[in-house]
C-alpha cells in the first residue's frame, strides 16, 4: 500500500492485492494454492466491500446528523444483477482490479463469472428499482430502498424438450457478501385476530388491533454505491422470522412439532418470490408477503424520523415515499394505522401527513394486471386496515360526491371497493387516494393513464398526474456489459464524462461519417458477436454465424409481447427460402429469451413453439446459410450483460398501448441495435430522439388499435385475405414442427384466428414489410453502421440518472446531498 494507505480502503493496486489475500486468509480460510474458484470470487467480493463500506458508513452518518430529507423507495422486486463488476466500475477501480488479478496470476474475468446474480424479480419492474437505486447514489440523493429478502428469487429456466422447466434459485447457498445482516434491526408484525374499542389512559375512546399471530422483520442490509461519487445508499430488505423460534408453553405442553411448524410458518413469508408478472386470484401468501415488508419499512421510517428528527408531524418534510405499482400500497393504511393508534393522532392531522408523504408509480393499463384483493380475505387478514380502508372511502366519495353532485356511476367506478359477486379492494385507486403525485413511465403511457384507467381521478385531481419516462444505467448497461464499445467512446470522445452524463454522447455524431470509425465500431459489435456465438455454442449448442443479422427478442413471454408475430416471421423467411425466393433477405439469426410465468400456458407453448420450430430450421441444410433460430435459456441480467452488446437488430413489438414503457428498447438501442418497433411505451420516444430515420416503425398506433377493438376486429378475415399468413398459420398446423402433431400448437393458432386479443393478425403484413426494409438496410453496411452510430448518440434521455432528476425535481422535491470523500 502507499504511505498512509488502509489495506482495505485504498485503491491502489498493492492494497486492492493485501486486501485480497487477507480476506481469502481470515474469511475464506485459504491459501491462494488451495482455492477455489468461488473462494477467489468471495475474496474478491470482500475486498471490495471493504472499499463500499468506507463511503456507506459516511455517507449514513452524513445523512442522519444533517437530517437530510430522503426518499424511500418500496418496492416487492429488485432485479439487482451481479454485484461485483457494477461496483468495481463505481469506485472506479476496474482497472486497477484487473492488473492486481494479473499480479496474482489470477483472472478477473473468471472471478466476476462466478457470481450468482440475486433474481429478486420478474422483470422491467424490478429491474428499474435496481436501476434507481444505482442512479439514486450517482445523483446523490440520500435514499433508501426497501423490499423483501426472497430467499428463492426468480426461478432458473431450462428448456427440456423444447419446454420451459423451472429448477429453483438457491441464490443464498454458497452465502451473500454484499449483505450485512442486522439482528438488532426487527420489528413486530401482526396478521389476523380482531379489532376492538377501548379507553386510553385520557378517558378517550379508541380502536386498536389484537392481532392473532405476530412474526418478526429483520433487516438485511446491502450497499448502493454511486457511479465515482462517496454517496452510497441502503438497500434494506426484509426477511421474516417466527417471534421466538421456540415456542415454549407449546413445548412444555408437549407440543414440539407444533411450535417448530409455527416457526417454519412465519418463514414462508419471504421464502419465494412470486414468478408471475401478473396478480393471481385469491393467493394469500401474497398479500401477507405484501404486508410484511410494508409493516417493516414503515415501522422503521418512523423509528429513525423519532430518533433524529422528534416529532411526526415533520414526517412528511423528512421523508417521500415512493411506491412502485400497488404492491407496496398497504403501506398508505399501515403509516394511517400506526398514526392513529400507536401515536394516538387525529384522522385529519393522520391522513395529512399520510397523503404528503406517498407517490405512487403505474406500470400497467391491462386491467386484469390491476390488483385487487376480496373483502373476505382482507378482512380475515388485515381486519384495522380494512376498517380504515372503508373510513378513507368514505371520506373520498363523499369528496366526489360533492364534486360530481348526483353522477353515483361514477363513485361506483372510484371507490377503493368495487361491488360484485364479490366484494374487492381496489388497490390502485387506494394507491392514487393515498397519494399527491401519481405517474406513469412513459409519455404514452401516462396520457392513457390520465385519459383513460385513472380518467374519472384526473377530473378530480388533474394536478396530480405527471409522466416519468424510464431509464437504464449506463454503468451496468454500457460500461460493464459492453467494455470494447466503452473504450472506443471514450477514445472517441476524447473524455468518459458520458459515463455520468449520458447526453455528451451527443459528441459521437460528429464522428459518424468518418470511415475509420464505422470500421472501428463494427469491428466493436463484430467481437461482442463472436463472444455470444461462442457461449451459446457452450451452453445451447446451437452454432450461429456472426456475418448473420442478429435479431434478437428478449423479455418475459406475454402475449401483449406478441412473441407469435416474431415467429410467424420466422416461418414466412423459411418458406421464402424453401421456394427459392432469397431476394429479399439477408442472412438472419434469430434469437429469443424470456422466462414465462409457470401458470401462464400460452406464454409456455410460445416458448415450445420457437424451439419446435427452431429445431426443424436448425437441421434443414438447405436453409442454413441462411437463418437458425436460437432459443438463449434463462434470460437474467447476467446473460442479458451478454446480448445486449451483441444485437443488431431489437425487437420491440407489443401491440401499441400495452407496453407501459419497455427497458430492454432502450439497453439494446444504448449498444448499438436498431430497434424495429411500435408506436407503444417508450420507444414513441426513443424514435423521437434517435430520428425517425434511424428506427423501424410498423403497425397500428395505440388509437386505431382501440378504434379497431371498438368496430368490431375479426382476425379471421386478416387469415381467409391473406395467403402467406394462411400458409404460415396452417404449416404450424400442418404438424411440421411437432412431429405430426397436427393438435399441439392448437391452443394458440385457434386463439390468433378467432380472438387474437392483442392483434398479431393485423400487424401481420406490416410487419413483414417492414422486416423487408431491415434486411435492404443492412445490405448497405455503411448505412446501417450510421444509424447504429446516431442511435448510441442520441440515446442519452434514457439514462434513469435522467429519470431520477425528474422525480427528485417534479415529485419529490428533494436535493442532492453531496458527501465529500474522506481520506
Ligand atoms: C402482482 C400481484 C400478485 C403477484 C404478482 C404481481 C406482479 C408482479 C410483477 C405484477 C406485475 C409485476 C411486474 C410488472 C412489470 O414488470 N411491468 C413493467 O414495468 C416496466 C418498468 O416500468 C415497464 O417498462 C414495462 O412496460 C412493464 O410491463
Redesign the pocket.
Same mark, same amino acid.
Given at each position: 500500500p502507499r504511505t498512509g494507505e488502509h489495506t482495505r480502503t485504498g485503491l491502489s493496486k498493492a492494497a486492492l492485492k493485501q486486501d485480497f489475500l487477507d480476506n481469502l486468509f481470515y474469511i475464506q480460510g485459504r491459501f491462494r494454492e488451495v482455492a477455489s474458484p468461488h473462494d477467489l470470487y468471495m475474496a474478491a467480493a470482500f475486498t471490495t466491500r471493504d472499499r463500499l463500506l468506507k463511503h456507506w458508513v459516511e455517507s449514513a452518518q452524513v445523512f442522519k446528523t444533517s437530517h437530510a430529507r430522503t426518499v424511500c423507495y418500496l418496492s416487492a $422486486?429488485y432485479l439487482l444483477g451481479p454485484h461485483l463488476a457494477t461496483n468495481l466500475v463505481n469506485l472506479g477501480i476496474m482497472e486497477t482490479a484487473h492488473e492486481a488479478s494479473k499480479e496474482l496470476g489470477l483472472d478477473l474475468e473468471a472471478i466476476l463469472e462466478e457470481e450468482e446474480e440475486p433474481g429478486l424479480g &420478474? =422483470? #422491467? %419492474? =424490478?429491474r %428499474?428499482a435496481a436501476c434507481f437505486m444505482e442512479s439514486l447514489s450517482t445523483c446523490q440523493i440520500p435514499a433508501i430502498g426497501y423490499g423483501i429478502r426472497y430467499e428463492f428469487g426468480i426461478f432458473d429456466q431450462a428448456i427440456e424438450d423444447g419446454w420451459q422447466v423451472e429448477k429453483t434459485d438457491n441464490w443464498l447457498r454458497n452465502g451473500n457478501p454484499w449483505e450485512i445482516p442486522r439482528p438488532r434491526i426487527r420489528f413486530a408484525v401482526g396478521y389476523g385476530g380482531y379489532t376492538e374499542s377501548y379507553r386510553d389512559e385520557r378517558g378517550q375512546t379508541r380502536r386498536r388491533w389484537q392481532p392473532a399471530l405476530v412474526i418478526n422483520g429483520m433487516a438485511y442490509d446491502t450497499p448502493i454505491l454511486g457511479y465515482r461519487t462517496a454517496n452510497a445508499n441502503l438497500l434494506r430488505l426484509w426477511k421474516a422470522e417466527a417471534t421466538c423460534s421456540f415456542d415454549f408453553q407449546a413445548f412444555n405442553t408437549g407440543d414440539y412439532y407444533g411450535a417448530v411448524h409455527a416457526s417454519i410458518q412465519a418463514e414462508t413469508i419471504s421464502k419465494v418470490l412470486?414468478p &408471475? *408478472?401478473?396478480? $393471481?386470484a385469491g393467493?394469500e401468501l401474497?398479500l401477507k408477503q405484501q404486508y410484511f415488508f410494508v409493516s417493516c419499512s414503515v415501522q422503521d421510517m418512523i423509528r429513525l424520523h423519532l430518533n433524529t428528527v422528534g416529532p411526526l408531524e415533520t414526517f412528511a418534510e423528512k421523508f417521500v415515499i415512493q411506491l412502485n *405499482?400497488t /404492491?407496496p400500497a398497504l403501506a398508505v393504511v399501515e403509516l394511517m394505522r400506526l398514526l392513529l393508534d400507536e401515536h394516538a393522532m387525529s384522522w385529519e392531522q393522520a391522513w395529512d401527513i399520510t397523503h404528503r408523504t406517498f407517490c405512487y408509480t403505474n /406500470?400497467?393499463l391491462l386491467p386484469e +394486471?390491476l $390488483?385487487t384483493w376480496s373483502v373476505s380475505l382482507f378482512e380475515r387478514l388485515l381486519p384495522r386496515h380494512l376498517e380504515l380502508i372503508y373510513e378513507i372511502n368514505r371520506r373520498f366519495l363523499d369528496e366526489v360526491r360533492m364534486r360530481f353532485l348526483g353522477d353515483e356511476a361514477r363513485v361506483w367506478r372510484m371507490s377503493l371497493i368495487a361491488e360484485g359477486s364479490e366484494r374487492r379492494v381496489r388497490m390502485a385507486n387506494l394507491a392514487v387516494v393515498g397519494s399527491r403525485a401519481v405517474n406513469g413511465?412513459a409519455k404514452l403511457h401516462s396520457k392513457l393513464v390520465k385519459t383513460m384507467l385513472f380518467k374519472d381521478f384526473a377530473d378530480l385531481w388533474p394536478d396530480r398526474f405527471h409522466n416519468v419516462t &424510464?431509464g437504464v444505467t449506463p454503468r451496468r448497461f454500457m460500461v460493464v456489459a459492453n467494455p470494447r464499445l466503452s473504450k472506443l467512446i471514450t477514445r472517441t470522445c476524447g473524455h468518459d464524462h458520458w459515463i455520468r452524463d449520458l447526453e455528451l454522447l451527443r459528441e459521437l455524431e460528429a464522428h459518424v461519417d468518418d470511415a475509420g470509425f464505422q470500421a472501428e465500431w463494427r469491428a466493436v459489435k463484430y467481437a461482442a458477436k463472436r463472444d455470444l456465438v461462442e457461449w451459446m455454442q457452450q451452453t445451447t449448442d446451437i452454432r450461429l454465424d456472426p456475418e448473420s443479422l442478429f435479431d434478437v427478442q428478449a423479455k418475459r413471454f406475454h402475449e401483449y409481447k406478441r412473441q407469435h408475430l416474431k415467429v410467424l416471421h420466422v416461418i414466412r423467411c423459411y418458406q421464402q427460402i424453401k421456394q427459392g425466393q432469397t431476394q429479399d433477405l439477408v442472412p438472419r439469426a434469430f434469437i429469443f429469451g424470456g422466462k414465462a410465468a409457470p401458470g401462464y400456458f400460452m406464454a409456455k407453448l410460445m416458448i415450445k413453439l420457437i424451439n419446435a420450430v427452431g429445431a426443424v430450421i436448425n437441421n434443414d441444410p438447405q436453409v442454413n446459410g441462411w437463418i437458425r433460430v436460437a432459443f438463449l435459456p434463462n434470460f437474467n441480467v447476467k446473460n442479458s450483460q451478454r446480448l445486449y452488446p451483441a444485437a443488431d437488430l431489437s425487437e420491440q413489438i407489443s401491440l401499441a398501448g400495452k $407496453? +407501459?414503457? #419497455?427497458?430492454g428498447n432502450m439497453k439494446f438501442s444504448m449498444n448499438g441495435a436498431l430497434t424495429i418497433g411500435t408506436l407503444d #411505451?417508450a420507444n414513441v420516444e426513443i424514435r423521437e430522439a434517435v430520428g425517425a430515420e434511424n428506427f423501424f416503425l410498423f403497425g397500428m398506433t395505440a388509437e386505431e388499435a382501440l378504434q379497431r377493438q371498438i368496430t368490431g376486429y375479426r382476425p379471421w378475415e386478416f387469415y381467409q385475405n391473406d395467403p402467406e399468413l394462411k400458409s404460415d398459420i396452417d404449416l404450424i398446423n400442418s404438424g411440421l414442427f411437432s412431429h405430426g402433431d397436427t393438435q399441439l400448437f392448437r391452443p394458440l393458432t385457434d386463439n390468433l384466428i378467432n380472438h387474437d386479443p392483442f392483434m398479431v393478425l393485423a400487424d401481420y403484413r406490416a410487419y413483414l414489410d417492414c422486416q423487408k426494409t431491415v434486411s435492404d438496410t443492412y445490405k448497405d453496411r455503411e448505412r446501417w453502421t450510421r444509424m447504429s452510430i446516431f442511435n448510441v448518440a442520441r440515446i442519452g434521455r434514457f439514462s434513469s440518472d435522467r429519470a431520477i432528476r425528474e422525480y427528485a425535481e417534479h415529485i419529490w422535491k428533494v436535493e442532492p446531498r453531496v458527501i465529500d470523500p474522506v481520506t
Open positions: $422486486e &420478474n =422483470g #422491467g %419492474l =424490478g %428499474l412470486y &408471475n *408478472d401478473e396478480p $393471481e393467493k401474497r *405499482d /404492491h /406500470h400497467t +394486471a $390488483e413511465v &424510464n $407496453e +407501459a414503457s #419497455g427497458t #411505451g
